[in-house]
């Protein structure tokens, strides 16, 4: 048994879309959210900015002891995992890998399509991860800029079906029957994006594989909180706390959090 927290990383929202499925499938853990809002978006950045940025909020996760850390973000993933895996002894659990595998089982055609961030896309860490798991399978990967600070604003439903339909042209012509979200900011424009593919589309979203993947590591290292313990979740930005806060009870659908800023650098 161990009732430490679990900690969540995202450049900045998205990442809540990872936590609430985590919270869904063990309502029992306490959890540890931050959104490196400041920073965001880290799809643009390099390399050596998105690892020097993710390490700051790992070990901010690191100083309040949490007992595995979730990359609830594809770029943090498929940039900076490998080099902060081995900087620290806690587990890393990424949404790549997930997404990949929750890909591969999906797809009945062998062919897939994964919309994402500059830096995701350009480190073809989906095609590998997907080839790996079934080399026949074919992946178009297609970067969509413009997708993570759309969600990160939440504008009106309008100008959300404008941007996403401009964006998602890229994928007219391509063959797929599976779709894979890999950005973790995109399940939060889930019905504009079906609305432009279509319903015919299988939408492969990586957040449901993290939780089941994080539940059996939990299971299999005995890190389980103890039954009846005293839950919590918390919740911070490098940003600002009010919107945050805002945006974040909107989400995750709880008019009791509060999110507090924090200075991740520190
Ligand atoms: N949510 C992040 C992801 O899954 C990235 C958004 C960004 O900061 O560019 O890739």
């Known amino acids: 048994m161990d009732n430490r927290p679990i900690g969540v990383l995202d450049s900045g929202l998205g990442g809540l879309t990872v936590l609430k499925k985590v919270i869904e499938k063990m309502p029992n853990e306490s959890t540890i959210f931050i ?18 940025l993710t390490r700051d909020s790992v070990n901010f996760l690191l100083s309040k002891d949490v007992k595995i850390i979730i990359f609830g973000c594809n770029t943090a993933t498929a940039v900076a995992m490998s080099t902060i895996q081995k900087e ?7 949404v790549v890998q997930s997404g990949a595998l929750a890909a591969a089982r999906t797809t009945d055609t062998k062919n897939v399509a994964v ?17 790996y798991r079934d080399p026949e399978i074919q992946v178009s990967e297609f970067a969509q800029p413009q997708l993570a600070p759309l969600a990160e604003e939440d504008p009106s439903e309008d100008i959300k079906k404008v941007v996403v ?10 063959d797929y029957d599976t779709l894979v979200l890999g950005c973790t900011h995109y399940p939060l424009l889930r019905d504009e994006i079906v609305e432009v593919v279509g319903q015919d589309k ?24 103890a039954e009846g313990h005293d839950t919590k979740h918390e919740y911070y930005t490098t940003g600002e706390a009010k919107k945050f806060t805002e945006i974040t009870r909107q989400w995750m ?14």
Not at 88 to 94: C, Y
Not at 115 to 131: C, F, M, P, R
Not at 165 to 174: F, G, T
């Open 115 to 131: 919309i994402g961030t500059n830096a995701t896309v350009d480190s073809h860490s989906y095609l590998k991860e997907i080839q």
């Open 88 to 94: 620290i002894p806690l587990q890393i659990i990424g």
């Open 165 to 174: 339909k401009e964006s998602l042209a890229s994928l007219k012509d391509a």
């Open 253 to 266: 659908n709880d008019d009791t959090i509060n999110g507090y800023h924090v200075n991740a650098e520190e």
């Open 35 to 52: 959104g490196d809002q400041a920073n965001m978006p880290y799809g643009d950045r390099s390399r050596e900015e998105i690892i020097s």
């Open 202 to 225: 299988k939408i492969v979203d990586p957040a449901d594989q993290v939780a089941q993947y994080t539940y059996n590591v939990l299971r299999r290292d005995g890190l389980f909180a």
